[in-house]
């Protein structure tokens, strides 16, 4: 699934949801804390330069609904995602036990060749399920690619909005979080950050 949207990569989990687009391709960081639809706006602007803050403000109508509007976008390829996951696994399946096939279908020796017609038969057999499963697929992978095109749009939105409060400035890192979090919170995920690109 991965390899179809490699324009566009997101990773989500409890706390943090850290989003990666080309539109962001020039910022080293960009973080949202905790989002809660509910209340976004409490949520502050945080850009860092060398993990300090160089600039802090709450964000704007416009890029609360930005915000949103790519929270939903990704919230819907999740589901969209769980069908291809059962078909990789398919695919793997099958693929496995084709390249076995292959591997025992030819016995060579130094005078002789032999090739077994029963295993030629399952040869054909296993990339015709293939061809077919694939075939099968196909509707959905297209959707999945329409999905992701909406995506990338609108992160090209959002980011376009952020980097906009952000033009002429100096930074390295962007973050976003409720305006009650500690100040250290920007620098203790900024300095575990450049842990990792150093690393």
């Not at 179809?4 to 949801?17: C, F, Q, R, V």
């Not at 696994?89 to 020796?109: A, G, H, R």
């Not at 909005?161 to 920007?186: E, N, Q, V």
């Amino acid at each position: 699934m991965n390899k179809l949207i490699s324009h566009y990569a997101s990773t989500l989990s409890h706390s943090t949801i850290s989003i990666t687009a080309l539109s962001l391709a020039t910022l080293a960081t960009f973080s949202v804390f905790a989002m809660n639809d509910d209340d976004l706006q409490d949520y502050q602007l945080i850009a860092l330069k060398d993990c300090e803050i160089v600039y802090q403000a709450k964000l704007t109508e416009e890029q609360q609904e930005a915000m949103r509007a790519l929270d939903a976008l990704e919230t819907k390829m999740d589901s969209m995602e769980l069908p291809t996951e059962e078909f990789e696994v398919k695919i793997e399946l099958l693929s496995k036990q084709l390249e076995d096939v292959t591997k025992v279908m030819i016995v060579e020796d130094e005078n002789s060749l032999f090739i077994d017609k029963t295993l030629i038969q399952k040869q054909e057999e296993l990339a015709d399920e293939i061809d077919q499963l694939v075939s099968a697929h196909e509707p959905h992978f297209r959707k999945i690619e329409i999905h992701s095109e909406k995506i990338e749009a609108a992160a090209d939105t959002f980011s376009e909005l952020i980097k906009a409060d952000l033009k002429g400035l100096d930074y390295d890192s962007i973050h976003i979080r409720k305006d009650d979090d500690s100040g250290d919170t920007d620098k203790v995920h900024c300095a575990i950050h450049n842990m990792h690109v150093k690393s």
